[in-house]
Nanobody
C-alpha cells in the first residue's frame, strides 16, 4: 500500500532552519503531485506548499513564501521542505500529502497522508 513517511522535524530557535523529508513508497512516485500541510495546536490543518510531478510548478501559502522551498527527487521517491527564517508561529505538526495536481493538492484534494512530524520553533 502507499506509505508516506516524514522525517526531519525537531526543535529550533527562531531564525533557524530545518529540512523536512517525506519518503514515499507503494506506487510510482513521479506520477503524482506532493504537498506539505501543517496543523498547530487548536487550529485546523492548513496548506503550506505543493509541487507537481516534475518539480517545475510549485505553490506556497502566503505565510511561508520566500522562506520555505518545496522540492522533490523522483529518483529517491522523496519530497523535501526546506524551511528558513523560522518563526514561533511555524510551530506545528507537518504532514506530507499526495494528490494528482499541485493545484488540487493546495486545495486539500489529497489521496494519501503521512503520519506527521513535529516542528517546534522557540522564541
Amino acid at each position: 500500500q502507499v506509505q508516506l513517511v516524514e522525517s526531519g522535524g525537531g526543535l529550533v530557535q527562531a531564525g533557524g532552519s530545518l529540512r523536512l523529508s517525506c519518503a514515499a513508497s507503494g506506487r510510482t512516485f513521479s506520477r503524482y503531485a506532493m504537498g506539505w500541510f501543517r496543523q498547530a495546536p487548536g487550529k485546523e490543518r492548513e496548506f503550506v506548499a505543493a509541487i507537481n510531478w516534475s518539480g517545475d510548478n510549485t505553490l506556497y501559502a502566503d505565510s511561508v513564501k520566500g522562506r520555505f522551498t518545496i522540492s522533490r527527487d523522483n529518483a529517491k521517491n522523496t519530497v523535501y521542505l526546506q524551511m528558513n527564517s523560522l518563526k514561533p508561529e511555524d510551530t506545528a505538526i507537518y504532514y506530507c500529502a499526495s494528490g494528482y495536481q499541485a493545484g488540487s493538492v493546495s486545495r486539500g484534494l489529497i489521496d494519501y497522508w503521512g503520519q506527521g512530524t513535529q516542528v517546534t520553533v522557540s522564541s
